[in-house]
């Protein structure tokens, strides 16, 4: 059975980084893309940043471009998401996911889901 379990979310102050890890078990993540996606109080689960199964090939959100970054260790069966800059508008719950697509951006394309980890950035 595959787990995807996030950690690493908390209050912080706006201007403040923190980093979200998310770790698998039942799955090797090295053959999957992953994807971390959010999803604020009232609105839809929205895409924030992918990264291949090799680790180069990244993509991200235009609203979070040059604030967060997304890497990956496949030893360590571990997806990782630095924050950095944060903003009231990032406050959300942070969802990581996986999928066998090449390059996946909407929700349905994400087959497996983490439970969740919540960051909310205080003015």
């Known amino acids: 059975q595959v787990q995807l379990v996030e950690s690493g979310g908390g209050l912080v102050q706006a201007g403040g980084s923190l980093r979200l890890s998310c770790a698998a078990s039942?799955?090797?993540?090295?053959?999957?893309?992953m994807a971390w996606f959010r999803q604020a109080p009232g609105k839809e689960r929205e895409f924030v940043a992918l990264?291949?199964?090799?680790?180069?090939?990244?993509k991200y959100a235009d609203s979070v471009k040059g604030r967060f970054t997304i890497s990956r260790d496949n030893a360590k069966n571990t997806v990782y998401l630095q924050i950095d800059s944060l903003k009231p508008e990032d406050t959300a719950v942070y969802y990581c996911?996986?999928?066998?697509?090449?390059?996946?951006?909407?929700?349905?394309?994400?087959?497996?889901w983490g439970q969740g980890t919540q960051v909310t950035v205080s003015s």
């Open positions: 996911a996986s999928t066998q697509y090449y390059i996946a951006l909407t929700r349905s394309e994400y087959d497996y």
């Open positions: 039942g799955r090797t993540l090295s053959s999957y893309t």
């Open positions: 990264i291949g199964w090799g680790g180069t090939r990244t």
